[in-house]
């Protein structure tokens, strides 16, 4: 078994995704596919015996601002026995963003998309146990998203 | 005048973390028993919520962020060399291992991975490695504590001391050292500092093997943690667990050989997996070998710098360690993930830069802590709350990293 190239994993993710462009500027290869496609693209790539992504190492939330009006959320995938790595990209809405979970697909998405609700409230739909992880269950507000504003108290507490 | 820093408000008083479990759905036979985040055993503050049936383990559900500091906002208001002192604060056990990382990912931005020195890059590992020691000390340490046994954490406290000193002499600080910056170090390290490696070494070497004997051959350690806390290797690739974790279960996979990262390639190591000697493979046995074998390759590692370091590369009057830290970093806008391995797994940064201003756009870091943690409930299903313990300490986590 020899690992794909990028240009033949280009061509895997197109056919079962419909499109995928390639983001410029990245290490590693970076594929933004469509919300929809995500469980397809990523069950696939997972058993798919010449990709073999073996390992979701992170998942990511970027917000991109009121400007852009865009969230995005990052897979890191690695695949050990081809030493391999992709980065997904999928971007969402910034009102009521949500995105199917791939807990099903890799057990490490469980407190990845835990920690991607909590600091950007993008939700994961059909995650096992969606809460918040870092931040006390009645915070408001996401705290990474770029327009945040910082409390003033909490709990009668100041923050300063 | 001092402001009031606490208004009360009955309302304050609620709970503001609930459980996961409810009291009145259990069943008759069940019950909720929360174990810290002020309890010495949960290495830090860490609130475990177990659903328990007398001693047997039902159900685990671990509550963190009780350290949580919100890193990567911070890290959205400043430049990345002011970043450093805060990427310490992360693993505070092993923030040498954690620099080394973040310098990379920068210094990949832009694009002058291949100019740094090779006396900075062996000085870097040098570091690196007295740190993973360290680490991994305290890991077996305190593992042994949990387990109860008391006199090897004194010892290796003793041992770890050693290499404080040391790391303090070169950096000024004894656990978070802003030493390894972007493009170079904070200083070459003091005359006499290689001399004195080669002491620690040869101090060091066989008080691991004293410690291996007390500790982890010792019958009492055996049956506390043999066939305890199984991770099976599917599992274990699963759940993305890396580091000590992933090798305990039997996978010869370390990010020093696979990317080959810094100077690494030109060292000569081993990378020790788990083998099941004592029962099956990935048990808490398993992952507490490791972590000692690998003590001696990072003693191995640290030789061969120090050869280095004395010879091809001497300290000599014009090499200035700062010359490529560059005064403004501005990266081109791009996205990267970079990794590396740290004492306790795959650390990694995604940064994603605009390329119009100094400071990261954003940065997120994947901590191996936190995702070696997650696996916790999956080990825990059944198994007495003794083992549990036994569990947790196997898993070595460090609570600043799991909260950041």
């Known amino acids: 078994m020899i690992a794909m190239d990028n240009a033949r994993l280009i061509e895997l993710v197109r056919s079962v995704a419909g499109t995928a462009e390639e983001v410029k500027n990245t290490t590693p290869l970076s594929l933004s596919i469509d919300a929809s496609a995500l469980i397809l693209v990523c069950e696939q790539l997972h058993k798919n015996p010449e990709t073999y992504f073996d390992m979701l190492t992170c998942v990511t939330g970027v917000d991109n601002g009121p400007e852009a009006n865009t969230m995005e959320v990052i897979y890191q995938l690695y695949s050990i026995p081809f030493n391999h790595s992709l980065m997904l990209k999928v971007i969402l809405p910034r009102e009521n963003p949500e995105i199917e979970s791939v807990t099903s697909i890799w057990k490490s998405a469980d407190w990845l998309e835990r920690e991607v609700f909590d600091m950007f409230g993008i939700v994961f739909k059909n995650h096992p146990d969606l809460r918040r992880i870092l931040m006390p269950a009645d915070w408001n507000g996401y705290p990474l998203r770029k327009d945040y504003k910082h409390e003033e108290t909490y709990r009668g507490i100041k923050i300063d | ?404």
């Open chain 2, 1 to 404: 005048m001092k402001e009031t820093q606490y208004i009360f408000s009955p309302d304050n008083l609620v709970a503001s973390e609930p459980n996961k479990f409810d009291a009145s759905k259990l069943k008759s036979e069940e019950m909720i028993i929360n174990l810290g985040p002020q309890h010495p055993s949960t290495h830090g503050v860490l609130r475990l919520e177990v659903l328990s049936d007398g001693e047997i383990i039902k159900d685990v559900v671990p509550h963190i962020g009780y350290l949580h500091r919100c890193f990567e906002k911070h890290a959205e208001s400043l430049p990345f060399n002011q970043i450093i002192p805060f990427v310490d604060r992360m693993d505070y056990l092993a923030a040498m291992n954690s620099e080394h990382a973040y310098a990379m990912g920068v210094e990949r931005m832009l694009g002058i991975t291949n100019q740094i020195p090779k006396r900075v890059e062996y000085i870097r590992v040098l570091v690196a490695e007295l740190n993973r020691i360290a680490s991994h000390l305290i890991a077996v340490g305190t593992f042994g504590l949990d387990l109860g046994a008391f006199t090897p954490f004194f010892w290796i406290m003793r041992d770890r001391e050693h290499i404080l000193r040391l790391l303090e002499w070169a950096s000024g600080a004894r656990m978070l050292y802003n030493y390894i910056w972007v493009g170079g170090l904070f200083y070459d390290v003091p005359v006499g500092f290689e001399k004195r490696c080669r002491e620690f070494i040869t101090y060091f070497k066989p008080k691991v093997i004293e410690l291996e004997q007390l500790l982890v051959d010792n019958k009492i350690f055996i049956d506390r943690t043999a066939n305890i806390g199984v991770l099976p290797l599917n599992l274990a690739i699963n759940s993305g667990a890396t580091g000590p974790m992933l090798r305990g279960s039997g996978l010869r996979f370390d990010l020093r050989k696979v990317d080959g990262y810094s100077v690494y390639p030109e060292l000569d190591f081993d990378i020790p997996i788990g083998e099941g000697k004592m029962g099956a493979t990935g048990d808490c046995w398993d992952r507490t070998w490791v972590r000692v074998r690998e003590i001696h390759e990072s003693l191995h590692i640290m030789q061969q710098c120090i050869d280095k370091l004395e010879g091809e590369h001497k300290r000599t009057r014009e090499f200035d360690p700062q010359a490529l830290v560059p005064k403004k970093i501005r990266p081109q806008a791009q996205e990267i993930y970079v990794r590396a391995e740290n004492p306790k797994g795959e650390l990694g940064f995604y940064f994603r830069t605009d390329g119009k201003s100094d400071i990261p756009f954003r940065c997120k870091v994947r901590a191996c802590s936190f995702v070696n943690l997650s696996i916790l409930p999956e080990l825990c299903k059944g198994v007495l709350i003794a083992d549990l313990i036994a569990i947790l300490g196997s898993i070595d986590i460090v609570l600043g990293e799991v909260d950041r």
